[in-house]
């Protein structure tokens, strides 16, 4: 049954998010899925939960939603559909609705499975798939590579963070090098250690070539 309620999470997403250029297509949440599952199983979390607070965490996402609250309606609904528990269905909406960074500004998470399933989203925005995604969104929503003129921002509001102006480097700083320390997980800590030190090393040799020096 819970195999199937997978499955079927797994398609309803692949339809929904295929061809998403901001970074949410499928491919994402098919990495978010498979890191949350293997973290799930290092710290006794459950399995069932995790797959499907990961299969579906951006479908409620507020940019491709007309709001945050449209959003989960959408996953409520679905949830409603497919024959899980009313308790697995609260369960999930709840991690699904503390996933979002929005700066830095949003409220921890309650259970071992959020916890699970925020490290695994968060360790898809870093490292070698992480600095492609920033540059990706990047180009998306129109920013540049870099500017030595815009300045890293330290402190934003949830508005600041969506709007800018920023760059894909300053993205690093304002955003990715933060993650591998607000990680929740013992074994989500361990998997972001090698993934922030490529960000570090790849920083270097950006600033490197920047001024020409290699
Ligand atoms: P979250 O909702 O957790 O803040 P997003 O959905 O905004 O994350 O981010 C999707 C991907 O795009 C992530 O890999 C993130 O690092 C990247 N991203 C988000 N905002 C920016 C930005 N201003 N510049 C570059 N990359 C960004
Ligand atoms: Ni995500």
Redesign the pocket.
């Known amino acids: 049954m819970e195999s199937k309620i997978i499955e079927e999470a797994q398609q309803y997403v692949k339809e929904t998010l295929s061809g998403e250029g ?3 297509d499928w491919w994402h949440i098919y990495r978010v899925y498979k890191l949350a599952i293997t973290i799930a199983e290092k710290e006794g979390a459950d399995r069932f939960i995790c797959s499907m607070a990961a299969l579906l965490h ?1 479908i409620a ?1 507020e ?1 491709l939603n007309s709001s945050e609250e449209a959003g989960m309606q959408k996953v409520s609904s679905w949830l409603s559909d497919h024959k899980i528990t009313p308790a697995d269905k609260i369960h999930i909406l709840e991690i699904i609705s503390s ?5 830095g500004n949003s409220q921890g998470m309650q259970t071992i499975e959020g916890k699970v399933v925020q490290d695994a ?1 968060r360790l ?2 870093i490292g070698a798939i ?1 600095i492609a ?6 180009g998306y ?1 129109g ?1 540049l590579i870099y500017d030595p003129e815009i300045p890293v921002r330290s402190q934003m509001t949830k508005e600041e ?2 709007n ?1 102006p ?3 480097i ?2 690093f700083y ?3 090098l933060t993650l591998k320390g607000r990680m929740n997980t013992e074994h989500g800590k361990k998997l972001a250690e090698a993934r922030h030190q490529l960000m570090e090393t790849y920083l270097d040799e950006f600033f490197h070539e920047w001024e020409g020096i290699k």
């Open positions: 901001s970074g949410h951006d996402d940019k996933m979002s960074f929005k700066g989203d898809d925005a992480g995604r920033a540059f990706a969104y990047s929503i920013q963070y969506r800018g920023s760059t894909a300053n993205h304002e955003k990715l």
